[in-house]
């Protein structure tokens, strides 16, 4: 990767998306954070102190809670604004066709980010409705069964509950250990619950409440041999590590772009294998519901179309960074993370320490003491934002190691949970 000055980068988020952006107004010195360049030889603790300068959160907000909602970048924001001005000066145009190129332009970015064709990528609004598309197209019979191991997310268990149960369909829910040491545990998990009646594994790719990555090539691989198919719920896991969806081998996967991949809210990619995408039905249908193209999942009529450019412009800022990079960073603060509390007597990690198990979220708990107090005692005494876990008995405080994060964050953070610990 060439190196990108920031200057630059910038200006292609406003001219490369939206060409026919109209900018005459808009000035790139207007723009008021540091110059640095992106170098892919650089790996340096400085160089992430100068990504950490490309997001601008409340003042001494130390934001540790990127598993919930992630924050855009300010390139991001700025151009996403630009998208909405330029839509506002003249409706009609951008809503109604101004922008086809542009569209399909993201398309193919969040194609190429995650190594599939872009005729197999919708751009949907979030997970849940990903999961939702994906429970209500299947014409499912009495006694057939989907699996769902217990720490699914809501969000994938209630579409199938709503549009699938009160047909007599049977939602399998085994139960995983929270801390296995190897992938092969949890493959058995979902191998020992399938039966002759099983159509359907519906599975997070990193799990909700302790950050656990489960092994969907695996999964898939064996699933596919007993003419199985494989959803995924890839929201914790979609820009946190590299992904090639190809290689991964599920049928489809869906990712709400807020969280990891730093794209305005309200924005998501929803991915279907080419030979299962004969499967789904639009949840919404409006003019051109016979259009046979993966474009019939999104096709709303109006929508948000600032929001959904603008998450071209976050694709564009992860791969200036680069995605291998980003990566390899996420590993690298978890493993700095666990080093700093892994000997200390009062912290419990509930997250597993394989690197095929977890990455940059990591559930720590505070021996004998109750989850919302450490919650609340990091926000309200030093501004650190994270997640609390009380379900499946973690008692233990999600923590999020974004790209924004840094070494010095983190000696902060340790520093906090030993005085709340003491």
């Known amino acids: 990767m060439k190196k990108l000055y920031r200057r630059n980068f910038v200006k292609q ?4 998306v939206a060409g026919t952006v109209l900018l005459s107004s808009y000035k790139l010195s207007d723009i008021d954070y540091p110059l640095y360049s992106f170098d892919e030889n650089d790996n340096s603790e400085a160089f992430w102190e100068n990504i950490k300068a490309q997001f601008k959160f409340a003042p001494n907000l130390r934001y540790f ?3 919930s909602l992630g924050s855009c970048p300010i390139a991001v924001q700025k151009a996403t604004n630009e998208f909405r001005a330029t839509l506002d000066a003249f409706p009609s145009k951008y809503m109604w066709g101004g922008w086809y190129n542009e569209k399909e ?8 980010l995650f190594s599939v064709d872009k005729e ?14 994906i429970a209500r197209s299947f014409n499912l019979k009495e006694g057939d069964e989907v699996i769902l191991i217990d720490h699914e997310h809501k ?18 829910r085994p139960v995983i250990p929270i801390l296995p040491e190897k992938v092969e545990d949890i493959v058995k998990v979902y191998e020992d619950a399938i039966t002759p009646r099983t159509k359907i594994i519906s599975m997070c790719h990193v799990v909700n409440t302790n950050g656990m990555i489960l092994p969907v090539k695996e999964v898939s ?6 003419g199985i198919l494989v959803a995924v719920d890839g929201a914790q896991a979609a820009g946190m590590f590299d992904i090639n969806l190809k290689d991964l081998g599920c049928d489809f996967y869906t990712v709400s772009a ?38 019939r999942l999104e096709n709303y009529n109006t929508r948000n179309l600032p929001e959904l450019l603008g998450f071209g412009s976050a694709v564009d800022f992860i791969n200036s960074i680069g995605k291998e990079k980003i990566s390899k960073r996420s590993y690298e603060l978890k493993h700095y993370f666990r080093n700093k509390v892994k000997n200390n007597p009062k912290f419990k990690l509930k997250t597993p320490e394989h690197d095929g198990l977890s ?13 919302r107090d450490v919650k609340n005692k990091l926000s309200n005494d030093y501004g650190i934002d994270t997640r609390p876990m009380s379900s499946y008995g973690l008692n233990g405080v999600r923590i999020s190691f974004a790209i924004f994060i840094t070494k010095k964050d983190i000696d902060y953070l340790v520093d906090a949970l030993e005085a709340i610990a003491s």
């Open 105 to 112: 332009d993201v398309r193919q970015k969040v194609a190429d």
């Open 359 to 371: 990455c940059a979220i990591q559930t720590l708990e505070v021996v004998s003491k109750n989850v």
């Open 221 to 226: 691989e064996m699933a596919h041999k007993k």
């Open 258 to 295: 807020h969280k990891w991949l730093f794209a305005p809210k309200g924005i998501a990619m929803f991915y279907a294998k080419k030979e299962s995408q004969h499967h789904l039905k639009p949840l919404i249908v409006a003019n051109g519901h016979t259009d046979k193209s993966i474009r």
């Open 155 to 172: 969000s994938s268990v209630v579409p199938f509950t709503v549009w699938q149960e009160e047909r007599g369909i049977k939602l399998v």
């Open 120 to 133: 197999e990528i919708a751009l949907t609004h979030n997970t849940t409705e990903g999961m939702n598309l």
């Open 65 to 67: 809670n990127n598993g």
């Open 13 to 16: 988020l406003f001219t490369g």
